[in-house]
């Protein structure tokens, strides 16, 4: 690929001016003074410099606010950013401009177990594809998604349970050198809480949580409208939150998780199994003609009336919404947004979920406490890692990302 754009902000004030321009769209000299507290001159020079690092460009007169017109800036048209977000079966690659707005995006069947070498080989090469239809030739940075722990500033992945060859593989640089630019690399359930926060139901929500339910359980938290990660980065890792003590192993190697019941591989099992004990016709069907079930399938089960598949997905939003009303009572959400593969079970699941979560929590803290599905899709993993590479190139300090 060819060289990527070289430019980021230099300073606090410039990685705000660019962060207002994200967010807010084109504004005039004028306004940005206004919204970011400076003078006009201010505003003038640090707008030539990140004309200078190809990051902003004037683009024509604002409309008149009376006396003197101001001029209109906007971010660069040149800016293009890469958001790379892989689950445990399936990865999403997209491009954006430096608005986020969503140029083109491809999704592709991915075994996170066949190790970092050929997953990342598929994503580089879908992002390829993508760059093509795109008409992109370069990038200003990339941000990646993985579906387990993450030591954020390192870079690398750090023992996850689901990702066999993957502790320690520093995915932030490898990628780095095959694109030539800036990458962030975070938990992929950090990436869809930012994607929901920028484009999503959660866009005027200061404190939320953002649930995924997919082959494994996570969750990402937003603070006054920053993302949490905690001390060491495992802010959030729900799934592995003990709710039997004499559960089902879980691939974390304990007993008795909440992923261990609740997560898509866990619907499978107790799917298959419920097939094979000729417990479900539709299941057994199923089963049969496709070799094995995933949590899919269920929903399958479930859209032709099977009460065994209906049971299976109460039980499992039961124990989701035991966990998500002990989460209430302690951090008093704003939202939560239920996201992840799993949601594509749709309302029936929901329904569980809130029907536990209410029940179990304190009026005061639910009262107003919206719980609704994800509308992003897979483009939420996109938007929200090349949101979080956005930050790390409109921003002075290195080490931030949103």
Not at 126 to 147: I, Q
Not at 357 to 382: C, F, M
Request: proline share 4%; with cysteine; glycine share 14%.
């Amino acid at each position: 690929m060819r060289p990527s754009l070289a430019g980021r902000a230099e300073s606090p004030m410039q990685a705000r001016l660019l962060a207002q321009l994200r967010d807010e769209g084109p504004l005039s000299k004028a306004q940005l003074a206004d919204a970011l507290q400076v003078s006009r001159t201010t505003i003038g020079a640090e707008v030539a410099r990140l004309g200078e690092l190809g990051l902003a460009v004037e683009a024509g007169p604002a409309a008149s606010r009376g006396g003197r017109r101001s001029t209109l800036v906007d971010l660069s048209p040149d800016i293009r950013f890469a958001g790379i977000s892989i689950g445990a079966t399936g990865l999403s690659v997209g491009v954006t401009d430096g608005r986020l707005t969503t140029l083109a995006m491809h999704r592709r069947q991915s075994d996170i177990r066949q190790g970092p070498e050929v997953v990342l080989a598929d994503a580089l090469e879908v992002l390829r594809e993508v760059m093509a239809e795109a008409g992109v030739t370069r990038l200003s940075g990339a941000g990646v998604g993985v579906p387990g722990p993450v030591d954020f500033h390192r870079g690398v992945s750090v023992s996850p349970p689901i990702m066999p060859g993957w502790d320690g593989y520093p995915v932030r640089d490898a990628v780095s050198r095959d694109l030539g630019c800036p990458v962030v690399l975070d938990n992929d359930v950090n990436v869809l809480a930012v994607g929901e926060q920028h484009a999503g139901v959660a866009r005027a929500a200061r404190d939320f949580l953002f649930v995924k339910i997919g082959t494994g359980i996570g969750c990402g938290i937003v603070v006054d409208g920053e993302l949490y990660r905690g001390v060491d980065g495992c802010a959030g890792d729900i799934g592995h939150i003990r709710v039997d003590d004499f559960g089902p192993s879980c691939a974390c190697g304990n007993t008795g998780c909440l992923e261990a019941f609740a997560g898509g591989a866990a619907l499978a099992r107790d799917a298959t199994a419920a097939a094979r004990a000729g417990r479900s016709g539709a299941l057994a069907a199923l089963l049969e003609e496709k070799g094995e079930l995933t949590a899919a399938d269920v929903g399958l089960a479930v859209g032709q009336g099977d009460p065994v598949a209906v049971q299976l997905i109460r039980d499992s939003g039961h124990r989701v919404g035991q966990v998500l009303a002990s989460l209430v009572s302690f951090f008093n959400p704003g939202m939560i947004v239920i996201g992840g593969g799993v949601t594509a079970l749709g309302h029936a699941l929901l329904a569980e979920i809130r029907g536990v979560t209410y029940r179990r929590s304190l009026p005061l803290a639910t009262g107003s406490l919206p719980i609704v599905l994800s509308e992003l899709g897979d483009e939420g993993g996109v938007i929200g890692a090349a949101r979080m590479v956005s930050g790390a190139i409109y921003s002075s300090d290195s080490s931030r990302s949103a």
